[in-house]
């Protein structure tokens, strides 16, 4: 089992920047690819980026050029630098872990936190 705990949210002014983490515990060992999603008030979740078990990322073509994802695997952490916010960026992100499938006891298990609330105030 994984656990992610996201921390970093507030509210910030248009332009602003905010840094979210997202700590993974547990059978850490199981994690590949993390992610960020986020759910704007009566939207769907969407996807914001992703990171693979290296080095690989992409993102959603609404963040591109101003979000930034990355790892620190020693420290089990996922980051979210979020640069030039805008109004729209308003969501709860959430933290996503995809599992092993490969190694039997992480059975390809996905994850996700509990959220964290961004506002963005124009």
Do not use: H
Not at 5 to 13: A, D, F, I, P, T
Not at 44 to 69: H, M, P, Q
Not at 73 to 78: E, M, S
Request: proline share 2%.
């Amino acid at each position: 089992q994984v656990q992610l705990v996201e921390s970093g949210g507030g509210l910030v002014q248009a332009g602003g920047s905010l840094r979210l983490s997202c700590a993974a515990s547990g059978d850490t060992t199981c994690i590949i690819a993390m992610a960020w999603y986020r759910q704007a008030p009566g939207k769907e979740r969407e996807s914001v980026a992703r990171i693979s078990s290296g080095v690989l990322t992409n993102y959603a073509d609404s963040v591109k050029g101003r979000f930034t994802i990355s790892r620190d695997n020693a420290k089990n952490t996922l980051y979210l630098q979020m640069n030039s916010l805008k109004p729209e960026d308003t969501a709860v992100y959430y933290c996503y872990a995809d599992s092993s499938v490969a190694i039997r006891r992480c059975r390809g298990l996905n994850y996700w936190g509990k959220g964290t609330l961004v506002t963005v105030s124009s």
